[in-house]
């Protein structure tokens, strides 16, 4: 069975730090091009970042100089860390596995929540 299951998230202050894991089972996470979106109330899904197989890292705008993303194919698991959290980074994060066309599966996302 396939899966993707978020942890980590919570609630946390303005300029605190949270690590967001996401573990892979029924599937070769080191084949498939990874990535970490999320979805605030009201906004569309947006992506924070992405990596593909080869280690190459994008890390969007917003994010670059706070979150790093990484993965760890031989535990199956996709990271997210987040430095300088800002009330804005409020969301449900998700983290997704995509191999196109055939493959692209999702997380059940995690609660964000940056608030003092």
């Known amino acids: 069975q396939v899966q993707l299951v978020e942890s980590g998230g919570g609630l946390v202050q303005p300029g605190g730090s949270l690590r967001l894991s996401c573990a892979a089972s029924?599937?070769?996470?080191?084949?498939?091009?990874l990535r970490w979106l999320r979805q605030a109330p009201g906004k569309e899904r947006e992506l924070v970042a992405s990596i593909a197989s080869t280690g190459v890292a994008y890390t969007s705008d917003f994010a670059k100089g706070r979150f790093t993303i990484s993965r760890d194919n031989d535990k199956y698991t996709l990271y997210l860390q987040m430095n300088n959290l800002k009330p804005e980074d409020t969301a449900v994060y998700y983290c997704n596995a995509r191999m196109m066309p055939q493959f692209d599966y999702w997380g059940q996302g995690i609660q964000v929540t940056v608030s003092s």
């Open positions: 029924g599937f070769n996470l080191g084949r498939f091009y």
